[in-house]
């Protein structure tokens, strides 16, 4: 889901958990607030482009399960590939599990993720889904329109899954097994910008995954390494997916933010991606818990 600059507002006004994250060598511009988006107008390129787009063509088709039985509607968004590529390779989306979707709109990710979890016999957990614009009505998810950035709709929505998962907001063991962001700014041309702007909705994302994310106690990644892949472990452990810019501010976030809370944490390139695009996807598996000390805390001491 795309999401555009509106206006700047002061540090102090940042949900409290995602200041909290931040390295200090990340922290070098001001935060942007952001506000959901559809591009206007289309170019000649844009146009051709979409007619030879495979996944364009391919979201227009009715969707076809596991069984070979044929859905009743087409993917509202191309992006429903991203998420069933990457679900291909470490099978994270199973019946039973309570998922989060931020960054929504149009709902493209929810109606894969109700596709591949919801099945005959199969106990029907609920599917929750989130974005600034209204997301396709799906059945079985249930979807807040709301800023994400916004500390009272964070809590609206952990409240509404913890409700619905008989479990307390304030859960410190947590009560969601798989949170998954598509939340992405709008591109300026600047990298700087792009790049902070990026990283500003992933922080806010890990910052509401730790704050939910059942706690794991998955072997560490050596030791997956050695006993089960990581799409062997994903299947029953807590999972974290989330788009972002490649660069190395990037690489910073996931070296000290991710790898400390999580066993396992890799970035996927997806087929669906475009090729001249730099997004990725981390897929981070095991959730430790939140850290008391950040990473750079630790190193000063």
Avoid at 187 to 198: K, L, Q, R, V, Y
Avoid at 223 to 251: C, I, N, T, W
Avoid at 266 to 277: C, F, H, I, L, V
Wanted: net charge positive; glycine share 6%.
């Amino acid at each position: 889901m795309q999401w555009a600059a509106a206006r700047l507002r002061p540090a102090t006004q940042w949900h409290a958990a995602s200041v909290a994250l931040l390295s200090p060598r990340l922290h070098a511009a001001a935060p942007v607030r952001w506000a959901s988006s559809k591009r206007g107008g289309s170019s000649s390129r844009y146009m051709q482009r979409q007619k030879t787009d495979v996944y364009v063509k391919r979201r227009s088709k009715s969707t076809i399960d596991e069984d070979g039985d044929t859905g009743s509607a087409p993917y509202v968004a191309r992006s429903a590939f991203k998420l069933i590529q990457l679900d291909e390779r470490y099978r994270f989306l199973r019946p039973g599990r309570v998922i989060v979707d931020l960054g929504a709109a149009p709902g493209g990710w929810s109606q894969a993720i109700v596709e591949r979890i919801h099945r005959p016999k199969a106990a029907r957990t609920p599917v929750f889904a989130l974005d600034l614009l209204p997301v396709a009505e799906i059945d079985g998810v249930t979807s807040i329109q709301g800023d994400f950035l916004d500390g009272n709709v964070q809590a609206q929505l952990r409240k509404l899954v913890a409700d619905a998962s008989s479990a307390s907001a304030t859960d410190q063991r947590g009560f969601v097994d798989v949170v998954v962001s598509d939340m992405m700014a709008n591109t300026t041309g600047n990298p700087i910008t792009d790049t902070e702007a990026s990283l500003e909705l992933c922080r806010a994302a890990a910052s509401f995954a730790f704050d939910t994310l059942r706690h794991d106690d998955t072997p560490k990644q050596e030791d997956a390494r050695q006993s089960r892949p990581a799409s062997a472990l994903a299947g029953s452990s807590s999972v974290l997916v989330m788009k972002y810019f490649m660069s190395h501010e990037a690489d910073v976030f996931r070296r000290e933010v991710l790898q400390p809370h999580f066993h396992f944490v890799k970035a996927e390139k997806m087929d669906a991606s475009r090729k001249e695009s730099r997004e990725q996807f981390w897929i981070c598996i095991g959730f430790k818990g939140r850290r008391t000390t950040q990473p750079h805390e630790q190193a000063e001491s």
